[in-house]
T-cell receptor, first 113, second 113 residues
Framework: QKEVEQDPGPLSVPEGAIVSLNCTYS??????FMWYRQYSRKGPELLMY????GNKEDGRFTAQVDKSSKYISLFIRDSQPSDSATYLC?????????????FGKGTKLSVIP | GAVVSQHPSWVICKSGTSVKIECRSL??????MFWYRQFPKQSLMLMAT?????????EQGVEKDKFLINHASLTLSTLTVTSAHPEDSSFYIC?????????FGPGTRLTVT
């Protein structure tokens, strides 16, 4: 079993839809959870960073962590064509800065106008 | 936010030759940098951790004699792919840690013919 599982999609939704992206993990040592967005042939950029179980909201994005189930989610409200990208979940046993990250495979999202 | 650059963005080389990829932190110092490899539709896989002034730490299965890493200054790390083969064709991404996140470079696409 891989440490981080993420459905690679592709996922295609109409503009304005709510998007739900998910990852599961097996390593209980993971304490920090991140979502990165990666456009084609570009480096990843950080979208959301969470530590505790629960929800964290930032604009149209909501990150959800359930440590008891080892399950994290990213919700995108009112999706836009500009949200079309690959979304990667990432996890770390320590702080997200100086420590190694373990990534999911990424889910490719297309938002259709 | 902090900026990390990579050069070149795309390189094509012949099998058996060596290629050097540069990773620079433009407005901050980084004693540590991470090198990742990403195959199409796959996750970012950590290859090695580059440490300024000391030897790099390689992940299991990564040949340190093939992927030479030099972290000669606080703003520059280089990855040299020696005797490149077609199976080394991939997207190579570096990152430098900040306090709460890792800052990723835009990536270098290597094609070995």
């Amino acid at each position: 079993q891989k440490e981080v599982e993420q459905d690679p999609g592709p996922l295609s939704v109409p503009e304005g839809a709510i998007v739900s992206l998910n990852c599961t993990y097996s390593n209980s040592a993971f304490q920090y959870f991140m979502w990165y967005r990666q456009y084609s042939r570009k480096g990843p950029e950080l979208l959301m960073y969470t530590y505790s179980s629960g929800n964290k909201e930032d604009g149209r994005f909501t990150a959800q962590v359930d440590k008891s189930s080892k399950y994290i989610s990213l919700f995108i409200r009112d999706s836009q064509p500009s949200d079309s990208a690959t979304y990667l979940c990432a996890m770390s046993g320590s702080g997200a800065g100086s420590y190694q990250l373990t990534f999911g495979k990424g889910t490719k999202l297309s938002v259709i106008p | 936010g902090a900026v990390v650059s990579q050069h070149p963005s795309w390189v094509i080389c012949k099998s058996g030759t060596s290629v050097k990829i540069e990773c620079r932190s433009l407005d901050f110092q980084a004693t540590t940098m991470f090198w990742y490899r990403q195959f199409p539709k796959q996750s970012l896989m950590l290859m090695a951790t580059s440490n300024e002034g000391s030897k790099a730490t390689y992940e299991q299965g990564v040949e340190k004699d093939k992927f030479l890493i030099n972290h000669a200054s606080l703003t520059l790390s280089t990855l040299t792919v020696t005797s490149a083969h077609p199976e080394d064709s991939s997207f190579y991404i570096c990152s430098a840690p900040g306090l709460y996140e890792q800052y990723f470079g835009p990536g270098t696409r290597l094609t070995v013919t």
